[in-house]
């Protein structure tokens, strides 16, 4: 089946340090995207990928940063400059810009 | 700055009953429009989406939203809600550009909606 994973589902950072959250689709969508969801809040943008080994900065970047090494995958990195990290993040890719956004299943980010 | 209102951050109905969530937007042009629904810990699945053409959408689930230019609202409704449709709904629309130089969506904070036996 095609869709859009992340991992992990739970993730714990200490303080100080970086972690990378990881997504991977196979539904062949050149751009992907990851948001980042607070309780009583929508979404918001963080980075996002029209295509490989490009990505531009959406409306909250401070503190993280991606990669676009390959079509299928998008990983985010929480850094530790990120003062707020505790969220819950979501992947999403679409075919093109213009296109619907599909998303993954998320995953929760706990500050230890 | 376009931005997205879902006036009612909680709302609870009766099994059965008809449905309708609220959704404004501020957006200039003609905007692209999408519903999603949120179980808790889960992604955000499409319900459905308005590009252009007829002004009223029909999605999964039984749910349709129609899209009025003069109150710059889409408003997603159901006829008879089950209890299982319990779960956060999310109004978004295609931001600045979207379509050239961005693809962000920008989101509403979402309404809960409960649905009581």
């Known amino acids: 089946d095609g869709g859009i994973t992340q991992s992990p589902k739970y993730l714990f950072r200490k303080e100080g340090q970086n972690v990378t959250l990881s997504c991977e689709q196979n539904?062949?969508?050149?751009?992907m995207y990851w948001y980042r969801q607070d309780p009583g809040q929508g979404l918001r943008l963080i980075y996002y990928?029209?295509?490989?080994?490009?990505?531009q900065k959406g409306d909250i970047a401070e503190g993280y940063s991606v990669s676009r090494e390959k079509k299928e995958s998008f990983p985010l990195t929480v850094t530790s400059a990120q003062k707020n990290p505790t969220a819950f993040y979501l992947c999403?890719?679409?075919?093109?810009?213009?296109?619907?956004?599909?998303f993954g299943p998320g995953t929760r980010l706990l500050v230890l | 700055a376009q931005s997205v209102t879902q006036p009612d951050i909680h709302i609870t109905v009766s099994e059965g009953a008809s449905l309708e969530l609220r959704c404004n937007y501020s957006?200039?042009?003609?905007?692209?429009l999408f519903w999603y629904v949120q179980s808790p810990g889960q992604g955000l699945q499409l319900l459905l989406k308005?590009?252009?053409?007829?002004?009223l959408v029909q999605g999964i689930k039984g749910f349709e939203a129609e899209f009025k230019r003069s109150q710059s609202s889409f408003n997603l409704r159901k006829p008879s809600v089950h209890w299982s449709d319990a779960a956060e709904y999310f109004c978004?629309?295609?931001?600045?550009?979207?379509?050239?130089?961005?693809?962000?969506?920008?989101f509403g904070k979402g309404t809960k909606l409960s649905v009581k036996p």
């Open positions: 999403a890719s679409s075919g093109g810009l213009r296109e619907t956004q599909y």
């Open positions: 539904l062949n969508h050149d751009a």
């Open positions: 990928s029209q295509i490989v080994n490009d990505f």
């Open positions: 957006y200039g042009a003609t905007p692209y």
């Open positions: 308005y590009f252009s053409g007829d002004t």
């Open positions: 978004a629309v295609g931001g600045p550009n979207y379509g050239g130089s961005q693809g962000n969506l920008i």
